[in-house]
């Protein structure tokens, strides 16, 4: 490969030159880190990071290539990709193709040869910012690059949701005894699976589906899923919810399902400074007392001051003490910030899963 024949400009004008590899392309959003050392292939096509561009921490990616069963969708989500180094010949048994392949197949651009310890440590000091990763690129392009960068969208100015969420309902059947309508925000298909593997039947809606379409399916459950972007622009969403809580139907939320629900009970949400990412975040069931080692994906949290009476915080995080479950204390709505599914992440907290189950009965 050329050397230093990408760039990456942030919005304080940071300008970062690397290697390029994956498609000829650029790529604008917000610059965002994750913290796990393997699982860049259930990341990168996790629709919760549209309109981000993502860099792994850990310094070697793409050492065991790209296989056919680690999707989280059916395409690249992340706008774009830095690492620090890229396996050129990966290894592994079920691999398929080099993460350079996959980059290019999905026309998503990559950068390495970047300090991504210097990065990640700017972000967690200043915070998230928008940027723009271009390949290659010509040095007079750099001044206008910045300009560009300075005036990118923010994240809370897009409806991200309805951008990733299906546009038409899809069923999966597996003569199961319940139902559960899932309400795609930008599902991950993890999520799908773990509710298929306990025999119970699905129904992926859009995120705009109406209450009344809902409650035709005469559901046993409702599932709120994870997706991108700021939870109070998908405001369709939340209406929905907020009418289906007085259907004392059992729903359940994770990530920014449980943002939604929040929202939609009357509580607040507010954009973290650098984010969740990774599958190493501990976070506390108040409960039990118990630590659970999470997989976390969100840039936006709960404000724990703002929620009702009528619900209860049931986990926080033990790294910033944020909100990471709540529940209500009557009714049978229950919601986590993390991802029980994990994929990429530790595989202890399948529990979630059998507990929604078990709301149902």
Not at 95 to 105: A, G, P
Not at 191 to 214: G, H, Q
Request: glycine share 8%.
């Amino acid at each position: 490969m050329d050397k230093n024949n990408a760039v990456l400009v942030l919005k304080d004008g940071t300008v970062v030159r690397g290697r390029g590899f994956g498609a000829k392309t650029q790529a604008e959003g917000e610059l965002v880190f994750n913290t796990s050392m393997g699982g860049y292939q259930e990341a990168l096509t996790d629709p919760s990071y549209r309109y981000q561009i993502l860099m792994m921490t850990y310094p070697l990616i793409g050492n065991y290539g790209v296989n056919d069963e680690d999707f989280e969708s059916d395409r690249i989500q992340v706008e774009g990709f830095v690492v620090r180094e890229v396996t050129e010949k990966p290894s592994h048994s079920k691999s398929k193709k080099t993460l350079d392949e996959f980059l290019k197949e999905y026309e998503t651009p990559g950068i390495q040869g970047v300090d991504t310890r210097f990065l990640t440590r700017k972000i967690r000091i200043h915070g998230v910012m928008n940027g723009i990763l271009k390949y290659p690129y010509e040095e007079e392009e750099i001044e206008d690059l910045k300009e560009r960068a300075r005036n990118l969208r923010d994240i809370s100015d897009l409806d991200l949701v309805d951008l990733v969420s299906i546009k038409r309902p899809k069923r999966y059947d597996v003569n199961g005894k319940k139902t559960v309508v899932l309400v795609d925000c930008g599902v991950k298909l993890s999520i799908i699976k773990f509710l298929l593997d306990r025999k119970i039947n699905v129904i992926r809606v859009p995120a705009k589906t109406s209450i009344d379409k809902i409650l035709e399916y005469e559901p046993n459950g409702i599932l709120i899923s994870n997706g991108p972007g700021d939870p109070e622009k998908a405001e369709y969403v939340i209406e929905t919810v907020k009418r289906l809580i007085s259907e004392e139907i059992p729903i359940f939320g994770i990530c920014l399902g449980l943002q939604i629900i929040a929202l939609a009970s009357g509580a607040e949400t507010y954009k973290l400074k650098f984010g969740h990412r990774g599958s190493n975040h501990p976070v506390k069931d108040l409960e039990t007392g118990r630590a659970h080692i999470t997989s976390q994906n969100h840039g936006f949290a709960v404000d724990a001051d703002s929620i009702p009476e009528e619900i209860e915080i049931s986990h926080i995080s033990l790294n910033d003490h944020s909100v990471e479950g709540i529940r209500y204390k009557e009714l049978p709505i229950r919601a986590v910030q993390y991802h029980p599914e994990a994929h990429p992440g530790p595989w202890y907290n399948y529990y979630i899963f059998d507990e929604f189950v078990d709301m149902m009965k």
